[in-house]
């Protein structure tokens, strides 16, 4: 991610290209469980939100998910779901397969000079609002081995950038549109935030050239009930240096809370510098 001079924003935030099929994969996906539907009920201006810092499990097509929405510190309405277990972590993992997406695990690997890769944590978020966002890093002290990658599914074309940047001296602030078939991500203490939204009642508009952290103004549009959805992914070498520091960065229910053994079994099992064979799980 450049500003508009060419000049990196961020050491470790990247735009990766994406392949076509991979949108088509997740958002069917998506669909079929019903998640799509159920964010439908959370974020529209008359669904039922949960309050902030709350959880429950959900049965999403006899698979264990986790629906949370993070304390109010975050002054949004997103919502995230992700696999509650390693079946439906699993179930997932095939759904990147089916869409190509060892392909951008060969060449994330590849540029980093990386030993190996999993995608060891899985979700989906949605939100329709946010005031302001929260800024935060989603990994922290990796040795740069560890992105979290955010795959726009939906999108309000016609509304502000989705993203809040900020360069590595906290100094300036970057504001990012998303794009179909390109994922934003973010690595070892990039700090960034969702941008202001209300795609219920008001638009956010920010210049995607602002370079001061000045809120941004809302634009009033139709009131149209409308809401954004991507899907989560975090890839990382995982090592017993790093470990620790990836688990301190998840909230959800799987990988499993404090058990780095339980990542450190699965390091390099989605893609290998040494090993070809090393795959996502092949679609059922």
């Known amino acids: 991610m450049v500003w508009e ?12 290209d994406l392949p076509k099929e991979l949108l088509k994969e997740l958002r069917d996906y998506a669909d079929q469980m019903g998640i799509t539907d159920m964010y439908r009920r959370l974020l529209v201006a008359d669904g039922q939100p949960l309050l902030p810092g709350t959880e429950y499990k959900k049965d999403f097509q006899g698979y264990n998910w986790m629906v949370q929405r993070p304390k109010s510190h975050w002054a949004s309405n997103m919502h995230w779901t992700s696999p509650a277990d390693e079946t439906a972590h699993d179930d997932y993992l ?11 695990l060969e060449k994330v690997g590849a540029y980093f000079n990386l030993e190996g890769l999993s995608a060891y ?17 989603d990994v922290n002290d990796s040795g740069r081995k560890a992105f979290n990658m955010i795959i726009p599914l939906i999108l309000q074309e016609d509304e502000g950038p989705e993203l809040e940047i900020l360069s590595d001296d906290e100094t300036l602030t ?14 070892d203490n990039a700090l960034h935030a969702t941008a202001s939204c209300d795609y219920q009642t008001q638009s956010s508009k920010p210049t995607t050239t602002t370079t001061t952290t000045t809120t941004p103004t809302t634009i ?7 809401m954004r959805m991507a899907a989560t992914v975090y890839i990382g070498d995982i090592t017993p240096e790093n470990v620790n520091h990836l688990l301190m960065s998840l909230t959800q229910a ?31």
């Not at 404090?258 to 090393?278: E, I, M, T, V």
Request: proline share 5%.
């Open 174 to 187: 970057q504001y990012y549109k998303y794009k179909y078939n390109v994922a934003s991500m973010v690595g």
């Open 121 to 137: 944590h899985l979700s989906f978020i949605g939100v329709s609002h946010c005031e302001k966002g929260f800024i935060h890093a």
């Open 94 to 104: 095939r759904v990147l397969s089916a869409g190509g997406f060892d392909e951008v």
């Open 220 to 226: 009033k549009n139709g009131g149209e009930t409308i």
């Open 5 to 16: 001079d060419g000049k990196q924003i961020s050491k470790n935030a990247f735009c990766v």
């Open 254 to 284: 799987y990988p499993p809370v404090g058990n780095a053994q339980h990542l450190l079994d699965r390091a390099g099992s989605h893609w290998s510098k040494s090993n070809p064979s090393k795959k996502l799980p092949v679609p059922i």
